[in-house]
Protein backbone atom coordinates (compact mmCIF):
# COMPACT_ATOMS: atom_id res chain seq x y z
CA UNK A 1 0.00 0.00 0.00
CA UNK A 2 1.31 3.47 -1.26
CA UNK A 3 1.47 5.52 1.93
CA UNK A 4 3.25 9.22 2.17
CA UNK A 5 3.31 10.99 5.31
CA UNK A 6 4.32 13.96 6.07
CA UNK A 7 6.64 15.79 9.49
CA UNK A 8 8.08 18.36 10.78
CA UNK A 9 5.41 20.98 10.78
CA UNK A 10 4.49 23.69 13.52
CA UNK A 11 4.32 26.99 14.55
CA UNK A 12 6.93 29.51 14.15
CA UNK A 13 7.79 33.12 14.37
CA UNK A 14 8.81 34.99 10.99
CA UNK A 15 11.91 35.00 9.45
CA UNK A 16 12.74 31.43 10.93
CA UNK A 17 13.51 28.22 9.57
CA UNK A 18 12.02 24.60 9.28
CA UNK A 19 12.22 21.91 7.43
CA UNK A 20 9.63 19.84 6.41
CA UNK A 21 10.03 15.43 5.24
CA UNK A 22 7.75 13.24 3.44
CA UNK A 23 8.35 9.58 4.24
CA UNK A 24 7.20 7.80 1.42
CA UNK A 25 6.76 3.83 1.19
CA UNK A 26 4.72 1.06 -0.38
CA UNK A 27 6.93 0.59 -3.75
CA UNK A 28 9.76 2.11 -5.02
CA UNK A 29 10.00 5.92 -6.09
CA UNK A 30 13.03 6.30 -7.58
CA UNK A 31 11.38 6.91 -10.88
CA UNK A 32 8.97 9.21 -9.42
CA UNK A 33 9.01 13.19 -9.74
CA UNK A 34 7.93 14.07 -6.13
CA UNK A 35 6.08 17.80 -5.35
CA UNK A 36 5.57 19.67 -2.53
CA UNK A 37 2.08 21.87 -1.99
CA UNK A 38 -0.14 23.69 0.05
CA UNK A 39 -2.89 25.31 0.75
CA UNK A 40 -4.05 28.15 2.76
CA UNK A 41 -7.28 28.76 4.96
CA UNK A 42 -9.71 30.03 2.10
CA UNK A 43 -7.50 29.58 -1.00
CA UNK A 44 -6.90 26.66 -3.41
CA UNK A 45 -4.31 24.16 -2.98
CA UNK A 46 -1.01 25.29 -4.92
CA UNK A 47 2.18 23.75 -6.09
CA UNK A 48 5.14 24.92 -4.20
CA UNK A 49 8.41 22.77 -5.55
CA UNK A 50 8.83 19.95 -7.53
CA UNK A 51 12.25 17.47 -7.69
CA UNK A 52 12.64 15.16 -10.89
CA UNK A 53 13.83 11.27 -9.49
CA UNK A 54 17.86 12.42 -10.31
CA UNK A 55 17.12 15.50 -8.13
CA UNK A 56 19.08 17.92 -11.34
CA UNK A 57 15.46 19.08 -12.78
CA UNK A 58 13.76 21.43 -9.30
CA UNK A 59 11.26 23.87 -9.87
CA UNK A 60 9.72 26.13 -7.45
CA UNK A 61 6.85 28.69 -6.87
CA UNK A 62 8.07 32.71 -7.41
CA UNK A 63 6.65 32.86 -4.27
CA UNK A 64 8.50 30.75 -2.65
CA UNK A 65 12.19 30.96 -4.82
CA UNK A 66 15.42 31.69 -2.92
CA UNK A 67 13.69 30.92 0.45
CA UNK A 68 13.07 26.95 0.14
CA UNK A 69 14.78 24.11 -0.83
CA UNK A 70 13.26 20.89 -2.02
CA UNK A 71 15.45 17.82 -1.85
CA UNK A 72 14.88 13.99 -1.76
CA UNK A 73 16.96 10.87 -0.63
CA UNK A 74 16.29 8.28 -2.96
CA UNK A 75 18.15 5.56 -1.16
CA UNK A 76 15.54 6.30 2.26
CA UNK A 77 12.66 7.61 0.32
CA UNK A 78 12.32 10.73 1.74
CA UNK A 79 11.33 14.13 0.69
CA UNK A 80 12.33 17.53 2.38
CA UNK A 81 11.29 21.08 1.98
CA UNK A 82 13.65 23.14 3.71
CA UNK A 83 12.10 26.23 4.38
CA UNK A 84 13.46 29.93 5.32
CA UNK A 85 13.01 33.41 5.79
CA UNK A 86 9.44 31.96 6.44
CA UNK A 87 6.78 34.85 6.72
CA UNK A 88 2.64 34.65 7.63
CA UNK A 89 2.13 34.27 4.02
CA UNK A 90 3.66 30.97 4.09
CA UNK A 91 1.00 29.91 6.76
CA UNK A 92 -0.55 26.68 5.26
CA UNK A 93 -1.16 22.88 4.95
CA UNK A 94 1.61 21.62 3.32
CA UNK A 95 0.99 18.29 0.97
CA UNK A 96 3.89 16.06 -0.31
CA UNK A 97 2.74 13.78 -3.46
CA UNK A 98 4.41 11.44 -5.91
CA UNK A 99 3.87 11.37 -9.92
CA UNK A 100 4.78 8.72 -11.10
CA UNK A 101 6.83 7.93 -14.68
CA UNK A 102 4.22 8.62 -17.00
CA UNK A 103 1.71 10.06 -15.55
CA UNK A 104 0.48 13.75 -16.24
CA UNK A 105 -1.06 14.09 -12.62
CA UNK A 106 0.52 13.38 -9.15
CA UNK A 107 -1.28 10.43 -8.42
CA UNK A 108 -0.46 9.94 -4.18
CA UNK A 109 -0.51 12.16 -1.12
CA UNK A 110 0.18 12.75 1.71
CA UNK A 111 -2.49 13.98 4.74
CA UNK A 112 -0.52 17.08 5.41
CA UNK A 113 1.42 18.92 7.53
CA UNK A 114 0.15 22.08 9.40
CA UNK A 115 3.05 25.26 9.19
CA UNK A 116 1.79 28.44 10.74
CA UNK A 117 4.47 31.19 10.84
CA UNK A 118 3.17 34.16 13.63
CA UNK A 119 4.11 37.31 12.77
Not at 16 to 35: K, P, V
Not at 92 to 116: D, E, F, M
Request: aromatic share 10%; glycine share 10%.
Amino acid sequence: QVQLVESGGGLVQAGTSLRLSCALSGRSFITDELGWFRQAPGKEREFVASVGWSSVAKHYADSVKGRFTISRDNSRNILFLQMSSLNPEDTAIYYCASKPSGYSNYLHWGPGTQVTVSS
